[in-house]
């Protein structure tokens, strides 16, 4: 038997509705905040991803999956979704557009990490790009879009943690101090962080390794070494997330696994997730567009893990997406008249099923309680003469005679009503 590659999913219809539901939620927040969605491709050249995420990050070191094309050139599947979309920014010259330029996203991505609960190598994301705005409002904006959105969502157990990453000239100036505490402290460091040192010592900061963590707890602080208008950046983002009411903590080791931040950075952890708590992170990233060859434009964003939030979402909050309706017909004629009768209905909107198999009433009633339906229409021949139909109420078990002429409409009418309300194909 062939089997599905380790850390990649199938996701099966019963977890649809979920999905869904998620993506949905995802998108009615995000144009409610001004966000348009753009869809970028799934691979792009190596260089793309090597050039932002950082040449000695864990995602460009080990995690990519990279392959030659058919020319030899290198190309990777997506990582994440900042890269391309800062890509397709500058290629379709967005900056030069008048209107505000802020886009969500929603796709699978790929990483070649060890596959746990809550980690797979085809992972999915929404994620949201604002350009052209060094306003610390616009950190606002997104953190602000993050938290409603997780929180409609119900995910229990949420905590937003912040920090100052500074300007790059700021963790210029703090990285010598740094890379001395470290060499200090460099036997006390798990050989992950002992790597580090050298290509990326801020990361070391927030190795999850418990020596780690204590080994560097009198660490200098990037906090020190900040500019006044770094500081300031950053004071007015906490102000403005007080002012709309968003809890947060601050947390000086969280340095994030890309090298495109600058000044705020975030995440937003779920105490019920385990090891891999993290169920989205962004932040600033004002340097990348230039970067990658665009016009210097400031930038903030942040992205979602799906799989995270789908683990953790209670199921109340999930509306089924079962057939409302169950046409169950008997008799060939019945059977023509219920095939019409089923084609109707969804026309008007109506989600309705019919087992084509099944030919005995004990045997659609049973499909029809496992199909979830709300109501069920018993079509026999006898009916069909008398240009009727049986309603059965599935869950009272109540019955009632029709017109045929009026089911559909009668139907419609019943289904909007709210202890039936709302359906969704
Ligand atoms: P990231 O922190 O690498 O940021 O990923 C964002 C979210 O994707 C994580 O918080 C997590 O929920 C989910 N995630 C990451 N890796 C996996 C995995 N292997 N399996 C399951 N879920 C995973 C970014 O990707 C940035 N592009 C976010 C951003 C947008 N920053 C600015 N704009």
């Known amino acids: 038997m062939i089997k599905a590659i380790k850390g990649v999913k199938d996701l099966l219809p019963e977890e649809s509705p979920r999905w869904r539901f998620i993506e949905d939620t995802g998108r ?55 890269a ?91 990285k010598p101090l740094l890379v001395a505490f470290l060499k200090s402290v460099e036997t006390r460091l798990c050989a992950n962080c002992q790597r580090r040192i050298e290509g990326n010592p801020l990361r070391v900061l927030d190795c999850k390794v418990p020596d780690c963590r204590s080994a560097t707890e009198d660490a200098p602080r990037l906090a020190d070494s900040l500019s006044p208008a770094a500081r300031d950046h950053f004071a007015c983002v906490t102000a403005g997330l007080q002012s709309v009411g968003i809890p947060f903590d601050l947390n000086p080791r969280l340095v994030r696994g890309l090298d495109y931040y600058c000044l705020t950075a975030f995440e937003v952890t779920c105490s019920h997730l385990g090891a891999q708590n993290a169920v989205g992170a962004g932040g600033r990233y004002d340097g990348l567009v230039e970067q990658l060859g665009g016009p210097a434009v400031p930038a903030v964003g942040f992205a979602v893990g799906l799989e995270r939030i789908a683990l953790m979402m209670p199921d109340a909050v999930i509306v089924p997406s079962a057939p409302r309706i169950y046409v169950a017909a008997f008799g060939t004629k019945a059977v023509d008249v219920g095939c019409a009768l089923l084609d109707e209905l969804r026309q008007a909107g109506v989600p309705a099923d019919m087992d084509f198999r099944s030919t005995s009433l004990k045997a659609h009633l049973r499909q029809a309680d496992r199909l979830g339906a709300l109501y069920t229409i018993l079509l026999g021949d006898d009916e069909i003469e008398k240009g009727t139909a049986t309603l059965r109420n599935m869950q009272t078990k109540a019955q009632e005679d029709l017109p045929l002429r009026d089911l559909v409409s009668s139907l419609q009418g019943r289904l909007r009503t709210p202890e039936s309300a709302p359906f969704s194909s």
């Open 84 to 174: 391309g979309t800062v890509r397709a920014f500058i290629e379709h010259n967005r900056a030069a557009d008048p209107r505000p330029q802020k886009f969500y996203y929603t796709g699978p991505m790929f990483r070649h990490e060890r596959p746990q609960a809550g980690r797979l190598r085809q992972f999915h994301q929404f994620g949201v790009e604002s350009f052209g705005i060094a306003n610390p409002r616009a950190d606002v904006e997104v953190i602000s879009l993050l938290w409603r959105l997780l929180s409609d969502l119900s995910l229990p157990g949420l905590t937003l943690e912040i920090n100052n990453l500074g300007y790059s000239d700021d963790r210029a100036r703090y």
């Open 28 to 82: 009615r927040w995000a144009q409610r905040y001004g966000f348009q969605e753009i869809r970028v491709p799934i691979f792009e050249t190596t260089m793309l991803f090597a050039r932002s995420i950082g040449a000695t990050t864990d995602i460009v070191e080990k995690e990519m999956y990279t392959f030659a094309d058919r020319d030899g050139s290198s190309l990777t599947l997506r990582p994440e979704g900042t």
